[in-house]
């Protein structure tokens, strides 16, 4: 099993940076892609961006795309979200997540099996 802690969550102004950051523990080894998601109060849950570290690649919601960066170490136990540009509607509780699907796009999140306890973002003046 593998399990998720997320860390780096908090209150920000509009245009302000977060870089929100997941350590996994357990069987990272078969771990082959982490992303993150959010949950907005009143709404579902939303992919916001995937890494897949078989092709090395990564995938952003159409929302995020040029503002946040994910990005990922050599030993797949730390995912990073670098939030840039914040916006008010990107307040939410966001959630660390990983597969050992092969995954090559932004899904509602059936294919995780792991899940961090989220960590609050807040954009707010």
């Known amino acids: 099993q593998v399990q998720l802690v997320e860390s780096g969550g908090g209150l920000v102004q509009p245009g302000g940076s977060l870089r929100l950051s997941c350590t996994a523990s357990?069987?990272?080894?078969?771990?082959?892609?982490m992303g993150w998601y959010r949950q907005a109060p009143g709404k579902q849950r939303e992919g916001v961006s995937i890494?897949?570290?078989?092709?090395?690649?990564?995938y952003y919601a159409d929302s995020v795309k040029g503002r946040f960066t994910i990005s990922t170490n050599n030993a797949k136990n730390t995912v990073w979200l670098q939030m840039n540009s914040l916006k008010p509607e990107d307040t939410a509780v966001y959630y660390c997540?990983?597969?050992?699907?092969?995954?090559?796009?932004?899904?509602?999140?059936?294919?995780?099996?792991?899940w961090g306890q989220g960590t609050q973002v807040t954009v707010s003046s």
């Open positions: 997540a990983a597969s050992n699907w092969d995954i090559a796009v932004i899904t509602p999140g059936a294919e995780y099996d792991a």
């Open positions: 357990g069987s990272i080894f078969s771990i082959n892609v």
């Open positions: 890494i897949n570290t078989i092709e090395d690649s990564t």
